[in-house]
């Protein structure tokens, strides 16, 4: 399948509305680009570029170059420039992204996320990352972390403070989700890989994954909607989640079903240039919008 190139596009093309909503609260938080860039940065940096050499395999043209195109097809599709991809020994399927403003980021793939995925679902997640990268959600993860962590320690309120915080953060986390879903979308074009990766995240193993039916599982989803029908029901979804920072598998799922046949999407698609600032060149720094 040809893909359309989504030369430049921006993260609010298609940044969720709860994400939109919840990042742009975020960025009226006094000197947090300041903390970011200043404080921690720096010193993030160093410790996860000496973690990541010393126990990770960077991947390139010479080391996994399956892996190196997946990553390169998708940033050419979602205009971004590359970020460094390493591969990490770990039992527990994930991936993980890791970006200060202005520098650049990179990607963590763990094997068993690999071992459980086909190359275009590993790619959906590959470009879920960079959906991170796009919308600068580390940015503001850092601080708000270091933020629960210091009103943690204020004597009398101080973890009620820190509680209010977290959950503002694991809100905000479950909508940033969503967005970088759409980026995974956006880079495979095809719904059922993205729905499919969510699926084994939910219940696959390499053994088992074969056998899952994917059709079943966006039933599936469609059920749990119904049980939002009562204000009980309301109540217990919430309570469900509210100490989650990534939505449901099956929410996920119904949330890119309903965006791939929305006009939005299709407009995303069919739109083959966006123009940058009506068209004036960019110059300079790492390209993270």
């Known amino acids: 399948m040809t893909k359309t190139s989504l030369f430049g596009l921006k993260a609010d093309h298609f940044r969720h509305p709860l994400d939109l909503e919840a990042t742009t609260a975020l960025k009226q938080l006094p000197g947090i680009d300041l903390v970011v860039r200043n404080l921690l940065g720096p010193v993030a940096e160093q410790f996860f570029y000496l973690n990541n050499i010393a126990a990770s395999i960077l991947v390139g043209q010479n080391q996994l170059p399956h892996l190196h195109k997946l990553l390169e097809d998708a940033c050419t599709t979602l205009d971004l420039e ?8 770990n039992p527990a399927p994930n991936a993980y992204t890791f970006a200060m403003r202005g520098k650049q980021p990179f990607i963590v793939l763990h094997t068993s996320l690999i071992d459980l995925l086909t190359p275009e679902e590993i790619q959906a997640v590959i470009a879920h990352e960079l959906g ?4 600068e959600h580390g940015v503001y993860l850092t601080p708000l972390n270091i933020m629960v962590l210091a009103a943690s320690l204020i004597p009398n ?7 209010s915080i977290q ?27 993205v729905m499919s990766v969510l699926m084994k995240l939910a219940g696959g193993s390499p053994t088992l994954a074969p056998q ?3 059709d ?7 059920a749990y909607d119904s049980v939002g029908d009562t204000e009980l029901g309301q109540v217990l979804q919430q309570l469900q989640i509210s100490q989650l920072s990534h939505p449901l598998p099956v929410l996920r799922a119904r949330e890119i079903d309903r ?9 995303l698609l069919n739109q083959r240039l966006i123009s940058y600032n009506n ?4 110059t300079g720094g790492w390209r993270n919008w």
């Open 167 to 193: 959950e503002k953060m694991l809100e905000w986390l479950r909508c940033a989700e969503f967005s970088c879903d759409r980026a995974a979308l956006l880079a495979t074009q095809n719904p059922r890989v």
């Open 157 to 163: 309120w101080g973890m009620l403070i820190a509680q």
């Open 279 to 282: 068209g004036d060149a960019q």
């Open 259 to 267: 965006w791939a046949s929305s006009q939005s999407y299709q407009s």
């Open 212 to 214: 899952l039916n994917l």
């Open 82 to 89: 590359p970020p460094q991809l390493y591969v990490q020994q």
């Open 132 to 135: 991170h990268l796009k919308c």
């Open 216 to 222: 079943a599982f966006i039933a599936q989803a469609r």
